[in-house]
């Protein structure tokens, strides 16, 4: 097993110490894969990863993905066949572990967690997922390799599109095939999202692109990302198609960029996240546009797309180095357009790093 593996391991089993929880519990989800460096398929079939406070890890497993963990070393694999009853298989193995509190992740579903606990019922069954979030919140060095590793392909499939995509006259659903196309010929494994969002749509944060034709003058909110090596990229930017005509939009982006920026100066060790979001919520103040912010300024990225830390207001939590997040304020107007720019930023050990490397200047594309 890699050393880094097995330090998260040691690291959980301290945790689980200190919280009184005799096992882990883990359905398929991003602690499944920080765990294990291992995918599985969130799936109808029960798919459990077992970490007790000492001794092997037990991995339950449907007989036909049991291939896929093989060489899994420091798990020992119990496999179930279509017709037996994996509750009944989970429910002997905590019960053989000696296990009184069971600390579950947040993915591990209420399907399966609700006949096990009256099937264990006398054990106390806790939240596991906070605490698996403490540890996934600062990144590694390797861990965060692979994060500039998939901000580098989708600042390339950007550039490209910058440079071949057309807007005008085009669906936004047209647009989002031709920008998921480029996101995997440059090396994501997935697409997890592809928001192309224009004129009017673009005042709706996560629209789904649609059969609207992109009309000249229309803003367009583009939002794409997907993992590499399981490592997720997030960004935003927001193009005008063809020639813009409407100058409070002008205003505006100008507004976004000035307040991402403000919150990325503001980003060092120590500094409260709550601060970093009303930085930027200030900045959009004073152009009378605080209103029209309508969420949190960002969100951490690792495993999973939406992780801690939160850039929002109540969020004490300071910054650390190691900590990744996205700064991206947004304008929503109603009925007429929206606007957000978003890039990736690491924290450092004296400030922060911009891992987005697309330029943010405003932008025409045809
Ligand atoms: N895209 C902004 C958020 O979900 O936080
Ligand atoms: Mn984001
Ligand atoms: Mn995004």
């Given at each position: 097993m890699n050393i880094e593996l097995a330090q998260r391991l040691a690291r959980l089993r301290t945790t689980l110490d200190e919280h009184q929880i005799d096992v882990a519990l883990i359905g398929p989800s991003a602690d499944f894969r920080y765990l294990t460096c291992r995918r599985a398929g969130e799936s109808e079939r029960l798919i459990a990863l077992i970490v007790p406070q000492a001794g092997d890890c037990t991995l339950l497993v449907p007989e036909l993905e049991a291939p896929k963990f093989?060489?899994?070393?420091?798990c020992q694999l119990h496999r179930w066949r279509d017709g037996d009853d994996p509750i009944d298989l989970l429910a002997r193995t905590l019960l053989d572990l000696g296990a009184k509190t069971v600390g579950v992740n947040d993915e591990f579903r209420a399907g399966f967690l609700l006949p096990l606990q009256e099937r264990l019922s006398g054990r106390r069954f806790t939240r596991v997922g906070p605490l698996l979030a403490r540890l996934r919140i600062t990144k590694s060095p390797a861990e965060l390799a692979l994060l500039r590793e998939a901000i580098a392909r989708v600042d390339a499939a950007w550039a490209r599109f910058c440079a071949e995509g057309r807007l005008v006259g085009h669906t936004e659903r047209q647009v989002a095939r031709q920008l998921s196309d480029f996101l995997l010929e440059e090396g994501l494994e997935a697409v997890a999202f592809c928001i192309v969002a224009s004129g009017?749509?673009?005042?709706?944060?996560h629209h789904e692109p649609g059969d609207r034709i992109i009309q000249d003058g229309d803003p367009v909110v583009i939002d794409i990302g997907g993992p590499y090596q399981g490592y997720y990229a997030d960004m935003t930017r927001t193009p005008v198609a063809g020639t813009l005509r409407d100058s409070d939009f002008a205003a505006a982006y100008e507004a976004v960029l000035e307040a991402q920026q403000a919150a990325f100066a503001a980003m060092r060790p120590g500094v409260a996240c709550e601060e970093i979001d009303r930085i930027a919520r200030d900045v959009l103040a004073t152009h009378g546009l605080a209103e029209a912010?309508?969420?949190?300024l960002g969100h951490g990225l690792g495993l999973?797309?939406?992780?801690?830390p939160y850039l929002v207001g109540g969020n004490r939590e300071p910054l650390r180095p190691g900590m990744v997040v996205t700064d991206e304020p947004g304008v929503y107007l109603p009925g007429r357009w929206g606007v957000r720019i978003e890039d990736v930023v690491v924290i450092t050990e004296d400030g922060a790093e911009r891992l987005t490397r697309s330029p943010h200047e405003f932008l025409e594309l045809p």
């Open positions: 093989a060489d899994c070393a420091f009017p749509n673009a005042a709706s944060p912010f309508t969420h949190r999973s797309v939406h992780e801690p």
